[in-house]
């Protein structure tokens, strides 16, 4: 029996990839910025609409740097989420920064805005929520507190690619926004990443910060590292780009055959679609709660039948081992984020799932409940 993962990435045809990148063996220019990186950065401003996308080697180090750009001074406090992958909480602390643990909603899993303010200190200088499997965070709602406190609001917005909110793309809220660009994500560029922003000085920093803090040949004006996206990566992007449409109609199909064997049934919850959100259908989270066999048993039945799924996110960043020393640690700080990590399983979802695969796994779900 063949074996379905939990995604597999999108890639354009050979012949366009091949293609795309013949001119590279012209020029022999790889990295630093070449003509790939500049068509993609531009292709990227256009489709989402934002003034300024600097583009990187990886999500994470994406993070780091646009943390890092703002220059919050160290110790400093940042209000976050749990329910998000390591590299959010790790972008923080690599900064000098301490993570405070915000709870988040049970019906979208993104941070809960009305329990911010409680959070907040004389210490605190930041904001960085997280669009959790594609659902826009209370953009509003985070705004205003924002405003009202003095605070700088960074978006990762690893899930959330293409994403729209009253017709305004996801990479416009906040004063910036990360997006990760790895071959698991609806668009990808192999590895890569993004900051999104309006301010013309952070995006100068951003550039500097990401090429060893080099302002000129003769002069190094920042501590910098290397995280540049190279040619090839790009190059991926741009063939991508072209097909982004495609893969979210598609991922959509799927997402919707889900539903149609899912929806309703005891025991088994789906996220509602979100009001005035365009989605992206970047992820299948399920929750299980009184089903007739839990999140375990589940990802245990799918496991032998050759269908890998996701504990997606368990366990959550407050409960690593490595944080167990900062203050506001610990799961039961966070009771519904906690209570969602135990009982999530992210099913198997890419635009070319076969809908008769889709057919199998829910019934290798349903039978479970049995």
């Given at each position: 029996?063949?074996?379905?993962?939990?995604?597999?990435?999108?890639?354009?045809?050979?012949?366009?990839?091949?293609?795309?990148?013949?001119?590279?063996?012209?020029?022999?220019?790889?990295?630093?910025?070449g003509?790939?990186?500049?068509?993609?950065?531009?292709?990227?401003?256009?489709?989402?609409?934002?003034?300024?996308?600097?583009?990187?080697?990886?999500?994470?180090?994406?993070?780091?740097?646009?943390?890092?750009?703002?220059?919050?001074?160290?110790?400093?406090?940042?209000?976050?989420?749990?329910?998000?992958?390591?590299?959010?909480?790790?972008?923080?602390?690599?900064?000098?920064?301490?993570?405070?643990?915000?709870?988040?909603r049970e019906?979208?899993?993104?941070?809960?805005?009305?329990?911010?303010?409680?959070?907040?200190?004389?210490?605190?200088?930041?904001?960085?929520?997280?669009?959790?499997?594609?659902?826009?965070?209370?953009?509003?709602?985070?705004?205003a507190?924002?405003?009202?406190?003095?605070?700088?609001?960074?978006?990762?917005?690893?899930?959330?690619?293409?994403?729209?909110?009253?017709?305004?793309?996801?990479?416009?809220?906040?004063?910036?926004?990360?997006?990760?660009?790895?071959?698991?994500?609806?668009?990808?560029t192999?590895?890569?990443?993004?900051?999104?922003?309006?301010?013309?000085?952070?995006?100068?920093?951003?550039?500097?910060?990401?090429?060893?803090?080099?302002?000129?040949?003769?002069?190094?004006?920042y501590?910098?590292?290397?995280?540049?996206?190279?040619?090839f990566?790009?190059?991926m992007?741009?063939?991508?780009?072209?097909?982004?449409?495609?893969?979210?109609?598609?991922?959509?199909?799927?997402?919707?055959?889900?539903?149609?064997?899912?929806?309703?049934?005891?025991?088994?919850?789906?996220?509602?679609?979100?009001?005035?959100?365009?989605?992206?259908?970047?992820?299948?989270?399920?929750?299980?709660?009184?089903?007739?066999?839990?999140?375990?048993?589940?990802?245990?039945?799918?496991?032998?039948?050759?269908?890998?799924?996701?504990?997606?996110?368990?366990?959550?960043?407050?409960?690593?081992?490595?944080?167990?020393?900062?203050?506001?640690?610990?799961?039961?700080?966070?009771?519904?984020?906690?209570?969602?990590?135990?009982?999530?399983?992210?099913l198997?979802?890419?635009?070319?799932?076969?809908?008769?695969d889709?057919?199998r796994?829910?019934?290798?779900?349903?039978?479970?409940?049995?």
């Open positions: 029996m063949e074996q379905i993962l939990v995604t597999r990435s999108s890639m354009p045809s050979f012949e366009e990839y091949c293609e795309e990148i013949k001119k590279l063996w012209d020029s022999h220019w790889l990295t630093n910025m003509v790939e990186h500049q068509a993609l950065q531009r292709q990227l401003e256009e489709k989402l609409g934002c003034p300024h996308v600097t583009l990187y080697t990886n999500g994470h180090l994406a993070l780091e740097n646009v943390i890092a750009a703002m220059e919050f001074p160290k110790g400093g406090e940042v209000i976050t989420t749990p329910f998000t992958f390591a590299s959010t909480t790790h972008a923080i602390v690599r900064n000098g920064l301490t993570p405070v643990f915000c709870d988040v019906d979208d899993y993104t941070m809960n805005a009305d329990l911010i303010e409680p959070l907040i200190t004389e210490k605190t200088v930041a904001i960085v929520p997280v669009h959790v499997y594609g659902n826009l965070c209370d953009v509003e709602a985070i705004d507190i924002a405003k009202k406190h003095g605070l700088k609001v960074i978006y990762d917005a690893a899930h959330a690619f293409a994403v729209q909110y009253k017709g305004v793309s996801s990479a416009c809220f906040g004063d910036a926004a990360m997006f990760s660009f790895h071959a698991t994500k609806v668009f990808n192999i590895e890569g990443g993004a900051v999104c922003c309006r301010d013309d000085a952070l995006v100068d920093t951003l550039n500097k910060l990401k090429n060893f803090g080099i302002s000129g040949p003769e002069n190094v004006v501590v910098g590292g290397n995280a540049k996206m190279n040619e990566q790009a190059a992007g741009v063939c991508n780009l072209r097909h982004l449409d495609e893969e979210i109609a598609k991922r959509k199909a799927v997402v919707e055959r889900y539903r149609s064997h899912l929806d309703g049934v005891k025991g088994i919850r789906l996220c509602a679609p979100q009001q005035d959100v365009e989605p992206n259908y970047a992820y299948l989270p399920v929750v299980f709660d009184g089903f007739g066999a839990d999140r375990n048993e589940v990802f245990a039945a799918l496991k032998e039948q050759n269908v890998t799924a996701r504990k997606y996110f368990y366990p959550i960043t407050n409960s690593f081992e490595c944080y167990a020393a900062l203050p506001t640690a610990g799961a039961e700080k966070t009771p519904v984020a906690a209570y969602l990590a135990d009982r999530v399983l992210t198997p979802l890419y635009a070319d799932l076969a809908l008769a889709v057919d796994i829910c019934d290798i779900i349903l039978n479970c409940g049995k």
